[in-house]
């Protein structure tokens, strides 16, 4: 990591896998006023920009707590506290930037599921994280937006507000998309 390699040097002992060239996060466990004015964690700061990796800083004793709590109580906690969301999100979504990944949703009668996929991928690459046999027969996918499907009660009602898309092999995904795939095979 601190080799300074060039692009070129870098693809020379890419085969070899080495732990150093993986993708790196810092998380660092604080204390409960320690978010800001943190000394300690601004060296920790200092290092990752020094790597070019990120910091997420998260209090286990606060994660603890949070973990016993109800969805209500845990709301007026964090906000108590003046946290938008618990560590963990917003380790998990430092963990999906890093490695590029994104997810996107399949609703069904039976189930509803999230799936991961690099960001940037095409519909036909989405139904292959499921199936090979949907990417291979792809014909189009449903797609409507996260937002859409919450605020609109589902497929039914975004059909009928007119926010579902047919989206051909060219679209690039996007985070959160709740897509169903026309296929042949």
């Known amino acids: ?18 732990i150093t060239l993986k993708p790196l996060m810092y998380i660092a ?3 409960e006023d320690g978010f800001e004015n943190n000394p300690l ?17 998260v209090c ?16 007026e906690f964090l906000k108590d506290l ?17 490695l590029g990944l994104q997810t996107y949703f399949t609703a069904g009668v039976k189930e509803v599921r999230a799936w991961q996929l690099r960001a940037g991928s095409t519909a036909p ?13 792809f014909i189009r996918a449903e797609t409507i937006s996260y937002e859409d499907f919450i605020n609109l009660k589902g497929e039914q009602g975004a059909k009928e507000a007119g926010r579902l898309r047919l989206e051909g ?5 996007k985070e959160g998309d709740v897509l169903h795939f026309r296929f042949n095979v």
Request: proline share 2%.
């Open 41 to 57: 964690l601004d060296v920790v700061r200092a290092r990752a920009a020094a790597e070019g990796a990120e910091v997420v800083p």
């Open 125 to 137: 690459q989405a139904a292959g994280v499921i199936h090979t046999d949907f990417e291979r027969g």
């Open 29 to 31: 466990n604080v204390a």
């Open 169 to 173: 092999k060219d679209y690039i995904v």
């Open 82 to 98: 003046g946290l938008e969301e618990p560590g963990l999100n917003r380790v998990i979504r430092a963990g999906y930037k890093l």
């Open 1 to 18: 990591r601190a080799a300074g390699l060039d692009a070129d040097e870098k693809a020379l002992i890419r085969d070899m896998f080495l």
């Open 60 to 75: 286990a004793a606060i994660e603890e707590e949070l973990a016993q709590l109800d969805d209500a109580d845990r709301d």
